[in-house]
């Protein structure tokens, strides 16, 4: 679990955070897909989109009373320019125009008319202007669900055709000066008023988010033009067509971002279904959807303005007999009503382009770099247990709000501003720590607190059971580890975490002696010991030898059996008088202990109870002045360490 929460630190910080950018509607989001997060209070954007699409369609034409197969180049320039303004937590509001310019490059076929002109015919305008509104919830950390209603208004500069702004009218399947309706993307606009609603979903998956759109949109179309029935000698017939085509459109829209430090990838898929198209020409083509996908990077900086660079590529196939508005039947003889004339209708919007490359100019307040700052991410732990703690993460003598370390994860994050900062990290029932933290702006980090429960506190007094006196002893549990001595009043005192443990107090001279006792968090605990004093008589030498006297047996006889009955730890320590040199009586001194050492492992002692030690003539008992003092000198005493320990 631990390791998942730092994997999740680490993507935080090697992950950037995604930016409220303007989309082709306005509102905040990718390119084709809407984000339903808000761009949030009082923050606004701008938005300059351009995308060339590029398309080459094969058509039927009938040129000199022949049928002619027509390889025309289109190409489809798209300008959109937004605005948006959040108008609190969750509504923001957003407008666009739109800048369209049509291009047919035409195919230099024999009986095609006009081409004097050049073989490209181009129109260009203002198409349409939208608003559309945004309103969203947050039911849960990292998700966003919305709706977004919008409406469309088609412009008329009164130029000299419905349906496109003529530079230098096309002429091309058709006779000159007359609208190209086979084409993708006939005209500039469409007449009248369109709109519709998406539903709006975005959930934060670290480090990728989602976008889902789903949503119904209407069009009205307005067609009125003269079709006309060519034959080898020109016009024989024409039917003047004026009628109204109303388009309900299921869209869907996805996309996917990924923030990198710099830079985000995303990708697109936008789905058009024209619900009014739904038919088949017995050819198993239902030509009643137009599917796109369009993958992009993003490049923002630190100024609010930001870059896209995209792509698109349509997955459905265009047919231009689907959106001749039923000139073909008429051409071969027919009288198509209105009714049929509008199974042909052109999409409104158009039909996307084959492919084609976008690059947008986008400018969000919220993206201007302020002080400099950077994410502070880790987890909070149980020093001792490793488990993981709710902590409070609080930065002293800055503005930034105290962050919450998550209970089941331990993870916490923090934006903090460039410099020296102040970190105190505290948990009720833990000593809480503080610590200074360098912050480098723009350079993301990561910093674990392990912190220490709040000790419990053991003390009480170390006394001789028969005086009463007070001894110096060493007091200690040794699965925390901790130690105390106690001082000459015999009293010691010790922290150690909350839970259940073994207190043991041993001395020189002393059995030692251990209580089990319970420690809670924060909790004085009483210990008192009453130690039971152990004191061997000394054995004592000739003048220069280590040879044990007889006299001294028994003595050591009794010592062994003590020893034993009482599993004690004993330092034998050996001692000389000052005759001879100094090296000589160290070594004498040690041979004495070793001489009682092996004596009492022959009597059943354990060597692992017993140690020696030489002093040679530097801890005399008594002064060396006298013979009857020298002879006391020449001994070896028995040091009581404590009861032996495994």
Known sequence: MKKGSLLLALLLITAGSAVALP??????????????????????????????????????????????????????????????????????????????????????????TDLSGGDCE???????????????????????????????????????????????????????GQPMFELR????????????????????????????????????????????????????????????????????????????????????????????????????????????????????TNSGLAFDITGSFTLTDFDAEYNDLGHNAYQ??????????????????GYSPEWGIGLNVMYSSDLRAGPSTAVMAGTVTDAVTGEFLAATVAFPGTAVEPAASDAETGFYSAELPEGNVSVAVNAEGYIGTTEAVQVAGG????????????????????????????????????????????????????????????????????????????????????????????????????VNVYNIKSEFTGLLDEIADKIIANDLVVQICGHADSDYTEEFNMTLSEDRALVIYDYLVDRGVSAGSLSTIGYGENKPAVPNTTNANKSLNRRVEFVVRSVRTN
């Open 443 to 542: 350079q993301d980090f990561s910093t674990d607190y392990a912190l220490q429960p709040e000790p419990g506190t053991i003390a009480g007094s170390v006394i001789d059971i028969e005086t009463g006196l007070a001894v110096s002893a060493t007091v200690s549990v040794p699965d925390v580890p901790a130690s105390a001595r106690s001082g000459s009043d015999g009293l010691y005192s010790l922290q150690v975490p909350d839970g259940v443990w073994t207190v043991t107090a041993t001395a020189d001279g002393y059995l030692g002696e251990s209580a089990p006792t319970e420690v809670a968090s924060g909790e004085d605990v009483t210990v008192d010991f009453q130690l039971q004093s152990v004191a061997f008589e000394p054995v004592y030498f000739d």
């Open 122 to 176: 181009n129109d260009d305008g203002f198409s349409e202007a939208r608003l559309a509104a945004k309103f969203s919830t947050n039911p849960m950390e990292g998700c966003w669900i919305g709706i977004m209603p919008w409406v469309g208004f088609s412009i008329y500069d009164g130029g000299n055709s419905r349906y496109v702004i003529n530079n230098n009218e096309y002429d091309g399947i058709w006779y000159a």
């Open 332 to 349: 071969n003889g027919g009288n198509p009503t209105d009714s049929e004339r509008a199974r042909y209708a052109p999409f409104p919007e």
């Open 23 to 112: 989309s082709y509607l306005g509102l905040r989001g990718l390119n084709r897909t809407v984000d339903a997060e808000p761009i949030g209070a009082g923050e606004y954007s701008f938005g300059l989109f351009s995308f060339l699409g590029l398309s080459s369609d094969t058509r039927t034409a009938y040129l000199s009373g022949d049928s002619v197969d027509v390889t025309d180049t289109e190409y489809d320039g798209t300008f959109y320019l937004t605005s948006a303004i959040g108008l609190g937590a969750n509504v923001e509001l957003a407008g666009r125009i739109s800048y369209i310019w049509n291009c047919l490059k035409r195919d230099d076929v024999a009986g095609r």
């Open 185 to 300: 993307r006939p005209m500039i606009g469409v007449e009248g008023v369109s709109g519709g609603a998406d539903l709006l979903f975005s959930k934060d998956l670290n480090p990728v988010t989602l976008h889902v759109n789903l949503g119904y949109h209407y069009f009205k179309q307005h067609f009125e033009y003269t079709d006309y029935r060519y034959t080898s000698s020109g016009w024989t017939d024409s039917t003047h067509v004026d009628m109204y085509i109303e388009d309900p459109v299921m869209h869907f829209a996805a996309g996917v971002e990924y923030p990198l430090e710099k830079v985000t990838l995303f990708t697109e898929l936008e789905w058009r279904h024209f619900m009014k198209r739904d038919w088949e020409e017995g050819d198993g083509e239902n030509f009643d959807d137009c599917i796109t996908l369009s993958p992009g990077i993003r490049i923002p």
